[in-house]
């Protein structure tokens, strides 16, 4: 296809997708030509456009401007180039949100529709590559389990890597991290991602400006990032709760989660207070209740705990207020508590151990929250982390337990893609390239099914196991383990609020 075929295939896709008016047809041509350094533009026929996404038109303007001298070869600057080009069709910030103002007041999910869709035909979440990821349900005794090999997110070249090295070290601090306000719009640079086309819709959580926008590499459906306007470091207390349950008050057909705010069980981003949501049921939404008890000083709160590999709390009630002082009543409690039977211990001098990973949704009209025992304390035998995936575990997966995970969703690295094909070769006898690391979990695999394995059955059989040890995964991140011993200890604590 000729560059002026591309120009005019992606502005007619924009007008298909309500992005441009029919009006802005001429206007958004000319911006893409100026972007393009080109000064004339000739009109070609064709048939139909049918057949090319905008992902596709956007990285056949890539290449003409590579070729042309108009960018680097870089993926940083083809980043930032193609950001642009879909900047042309984005409307301002004041005018989305307007928008979805307007929808908002017909029904949240309306609202959250539009949005969402918005998101994914600007290009901001990049669907196409996330088309590339590999994901299944793993059935397993706690439920469908999530299992996602990330495929999405391209690695950088190693020309980008050595001037990204090569570079003299500034103090940027504009924006000051990747979810800072300040991102709306911002060019990017090396090192930091354009946001041309980024755009958020703003909110007000319990008297705070607050703002909505969703992954760039969503991971479920409508995973989205609620952020605070302020860029403050992240804190679990009362007022993180009462935000989460205004939002979910708010829009009643999302859930909102928050990372802790402790290194080892926290998220990758500790430095901007923000949380992550969705249009999701995890199989921890839909785990069942294992303990219900009583809290004496909460009697309109229902209290459990829940049948998950890591150590759950949920509370349900009519009332928010009530809610409210319960979870702060148990995140209080959970912060000072030791119990050296189980190796919980609060403290290591005046270093804080203990904290919690709280979920919010509305379940049945009622206002509902998991609140997730967390402990980040490192010994000798565990460095990583007591309640930290262990060492015979990190073939799969090492990196922090986060929100994500503990929901029931495995984002595993890219690497697995074509080491878990070796693992089959191997299963299967035939010769294999199998990585050390999981050679003895390759061996376990032969023990167990021993003459059981085919070539119809060998992916299946390795899908499920890797299911059961993200399942093993989330029982090393439980404070309180599933054994006698281990929901003895999780009774104790909870009793004390009975």
């Not at 007619?12 to 047809?25: F, S």
């Amino acid at each position: 296809m000729s560059i002026f075929l591309t120009i005019d295939a992606i502005v007619k896709k924009a007008i298909e997708a309500e992005l441009i008016g029919k009006e802005d047809e001429v206007y958004a041509r000319n911006r893409i030509l100026a972007l393009l350094k080109m000064e004339e533009y000739k009109t070609e026929k064709t048939n139909s456009f049918d057949d090319f996404s905008i992902p596709d038109l956007l990285e056949t303007l890539t290449v003409y401007a590579v070729e042309n001298g108009i960018i680097e070869d870089l993926f940083d600057h083809k980043e930032m180039f193609t950001a642009t080009v879909m900047d042309c069709f984005v409307a301002r910030p004041s005018v989305i949100n307007q928008t979805f103002a307007a929808h908002y007041k017909q029904d949240p999910k309306q609202a959250t529709d539009y949005f969402y869709q918005l998101s994914q035909d600007s290009n901001y979440i990049q669907t196409k590559r996330i088309s590339q990821n590999i994901s299944y349900k793993v059935d397993t005794e706690y439920g469908e389990l999530d299992i996602t090999i990330n495929l999405s997110k391209p690695e950088k070249d190693p020309k980008q890597i050595a001037l990204e090295k090569s570079m003299p070290k500034k103090d940027q601090t504009y924006p000051q991290c990747l979810l800072c306000i300040e991102n709306e719009g911002y060019q990017g640079r090396i090192g930091h991602p354009a946001r041309v086309n980024h755009r958020m819709i703003r909110l007000n959580l319990a008297d705070e400006g607050w703002m909505l926008q969703y992954s760039p590499y969503v991971y479920y459906n409508e995973h989205c990032i609620v952020l605070s306007e302020t860029h403050r470091p992240m804190e679990i207390n009362r007022a993180g709760f009462e935000r989460l349950l205004h939002f979910v008050d708010q829009f009643p057909h999302y859930f909102a989660g928050s990372n802790a705010d402790l290194p080892i069980v926290g998220g990758s981003i500790l430095s901007h207070d923000h949380y992550q949501g969705g249009h999701y049921d995890f199989a921890m939404a839909k785990a069942e209740k294992e303990y219900p008890f009583s809290m004496s000083h909460h009697p309109e709160v229902e209290a459990a705990i829940v049948k998950w590999p890591m150590s759950v709390i949920r509370l349900n009630s009519e009332n928010m207020e009530a809610l409210l002082d319960a979870a702060e009543d148990i995140l209080s409690g959970w912060r000072g508590y030791s119990d050296h039977e189980v190796e919980v211990l609060a403290f290591t001098g005046d270093t804080p151990h203990n904290t919690i990973t709280p979920i919010a949704r509305m379940r049945n009209g009622k206002y509902e929250m998991d609140l997730v025992l967390r402990n980040n304390r490192t010994n000798e035998e565990h460095p990583m982390g007591i309640f930290h995936p262990h060492e015979d575990v990190h073939h799969i997966k090492k990196e922090n337990i986060g929100l994500i995970e503990v929901m029931g969703l495995a984002v595993l690295p890219a690497r697995l893609k074509d080491e878990l094909l070796e693992v089959e070769k191997s299963l299967l006898g035939e010769a294999h390239q199998v990585a050390d690391y999981h050679k003895p979990w390759v061996e376990q695999l032969k023990d167990r099914y021993q003459g059981e394995v085919t070539i119809d059955n060998v992916g299946g059989i390795v899908r499920e196991e890797l299911g059961v040890k993200f399942s093993r995964v989330l029982e090393d991140a439980g404070v309180f383990k599933r054994d006698e011993r281990g929901q003895k200890a999780f009774m104790r604590f909870v009793d004390g609020f009975q």
